[in-house]
């Protein structure tokens, strides 16, 4: 690890905030040396590997907590993992600080990290620190393993195929409207903290993800907006979707919300930061896969159905077709 | 990968200048998923990963060629894995972009990796984009492989052992001396290309640090300045060091400047951006390693010893022990 120019020395950053992170893990080899080595897989395992940055004013606000930082950072790139039914194994963090970020901060940072590391056991191997006049901005490169090659991917759905999304829809990004103080409405303060708390603090679908291996045709986590994200899965598998609104999971929050405006459809599903699972599965695993969600405890919801395309059609409760301005952060 | 808010589209920046990188790759997945699949290795093997960010501003100028921030930004990657005595295998970039970065400036970032990803035959896995208003940085994680778990360590050095360096010292702080116009001794032309192009475009020794696995006890790269990185290797090793001065290896250009003004001797031992490999190893072993370094052609010198310590004691061409303000970018 390197690092140039900052106030708190990178020996003091990396022996009080970084190594615990490493949970004792050999082959971080205690962040002493120029690389680590990944623990051993089985001979018919194989490692998955993403890579995700997260910086503030982009993904986060600066008004965020720094311990939530490190967590968003990590989670956003376990629900990558998780999207390909992939294990995590373990991670890699580049630290991008400027002058004002203090030990404090830095302190805050790292124990929310800590709670992560802990609860996915996935230690910290390595990284870099380098500090700047930047936004603060986390790079981590996330390592996870899956069996016999089999990953789920984007360009598997097939005509007929129903369209299935995890959890809820929408919440982060009236979270971060919340945040942004640019909602009128009145929610109570146990609302809002639902919604600012699923932006602050995604939650990756991981054995969600791994159970899906045997029984999803193609899937993707949904990161930049539900309808860019769909998009993207009709596309690489060559087809198009309707999908139905009325069967849009929302929150109770999010259906205050929308009750109370119907701009706020909008907002649902291209405000992206679901880090919810879509996938595409036969009809005839219908059963099976709301037996999965229940064993889980992850809620799952049929939104609609694969078509020839490559049109993509959203219908609202009142079977209108509806279009929209944006599929999010992306156009392609 | 996901971008936001760029004028490019990450369509556009994946598909023309991203995706060729992958050189092909199957785990790539031509960047359409989540996340990619590493290759299979041996069932002795084990993949060596490192990680390391490049910002402009920090480890490059604002005025160096675009075309060759990406090779930097690999190359100082690879000489972390060189350091371990890996083997490269395959990468993953991030890229935070910023509004003033256009299409030209793109192309020639991506033409120039590419010149380096076929060199060195190291396909690019994956990545993510983002847009702020920071600098232009690069952030990679490189993947190597080795065998039987076997690695350079920093922490091996045995006292009465020699310390070895790599090609030369000192070129590449000098190199940023002079972009910034901070030299005012007239060195020609080809001696400031030469400077320059050794900041600009280090060289990783991977070769050497391959073969090194058999005869160096210990090894470092030259990241952080000359004694930055050996105490690093004092330290981890529980030893001291001499370094003679009049055995640090010099280019005509840094020989010439280093005759103009002494000062320059600080700028060489303490500057940084080197990318040389530092290592141990015992006496007998000293004619091997100079067949070895006509082998590979790349030139090694012998100079210093490591001593019981935990002193580093540096002497230059007089013998006289000099003292430094600062050993390099960090002072733990």
């Known amino acids: 690890?390197?690092?140039?120019?900052?106030?708190?020395?990178?020996?003091?950053?990396?022996?009080?905030?970084?190594?615990p992170l490493s949970l004792?893990?050999?082959?971080?080899?205690?962040?002493?040396?120029?690389?680590?080595?990944?623990?051993?897989?089985?001979?018919?395992?194989?490692?998955?590997?993403?890579?995700?940055?997260?910086?503030?004013n982009v993904h986060a606000l600066d008004t965020d907590p720094p311990s939530t930082l490190g967590r968003k950072a990590l989670r956003v790139n376990l629900s990558d993992l998780a999207a390909m039914g992939a294990e995590p194994v373990a991670f890699?963090?580049?630290?991008?600080?400027n002058p004002r970020i203090d030990e404090v901060f830095l302190c805050n940072f790292a124990s929310g990290l800590?709670?992560?590391?802990?609860?996915?056991n996935i230690p910290l191997l390595g990284g870099d620190?380098?500090?700047?006049?930047?936004?603060?901005?986390?790079?981590?490169?996330?390592v996870g393993k899956t069996t016999d090659n089999l990953v789920l991917r984007s360009n598997g759905a097939q005509k007929g195929e129903l369209l299935w999304v995890s959890g809820s829809i929408g919440d982060s990004a009236l979270g971060l409207l919340?945040?942004?103080?640019?909602?009128?409405?009145?929610?109570?303060?146990?609302?809002?903290?639902?919604?600012?708390n699923r932006y602050q603090i995604p939650q990756p679908r991981?054995?969600?993800?791994?159970?899906?291996?045997?029984?999803?045709?193609?899937?993707?986590?949904?990161?930049d907006g539900l309808l860019a994200d769909i998009k993207k899965l009709c596309k690489n598998s060559g087809l198009g979707c309707t999908i139905n609104g009325s069967q849009l999971p929302l929150s109770n929050p999010a259906k205050l919300l929308l009750s109370s405006d119907v701009k706020f459809l909008e907002t649902i599903v291209t405000g992206g930061d679901d880090y919810e699972l879509a996938f595409s599965s036969r009809k005839e695993n219908t059963e099976k896969l709301q037996e999965l969600a229940k064993k889980l405890r992850v809620p799952i919801s049929c939104i609609g159905e694969f078509t020839s395309g490559p049109e993509i059609r959203f219908y609202n409760d009142n079977g209108k077709e509806m279009n929209f301005l944006t599929d999010g952060y992306e156009h392609n």
């Open 1 to 19: 690890m390197t690092k140039k120019d900052a106030k708190i020395s990178e020996f003091e950053i990396i022996n009080k905030f970084l190594r």
């Open 24 to 56: 004792g893990e050999s082959g971080a080899f205690q962040f002493t040396d120029d690389a680590a080595i990944l623990p051993q897989i089985g001979n018919n395992e194989q490692y998955v590997v993403t890579k995700d940055i997260i910086a503030i």
């Open 92 to 97: 890699f963090m580049g630290l991008i600080i």
């Open 114 to 120: 800590m709670i992560d590391v802990k609860k996915y």
């Open 129 to 142: 620190i380098i500090c700047d006049n930047s936004s603060f901005s986390i790079s981590i490169t996330a």
């Open 178 to 196: 919340s945040s942004k103080k640019e909602i009128t409405y009145e929610l109570t303060k146990g609302n809002i903290a639902h919604l600012v």
């Open 206 to 223: 991981i054995a969600l993800g791994q159970e899906l291996l045997n029984i999803a045709s193609a899937c993707t986590d949904l990161s």
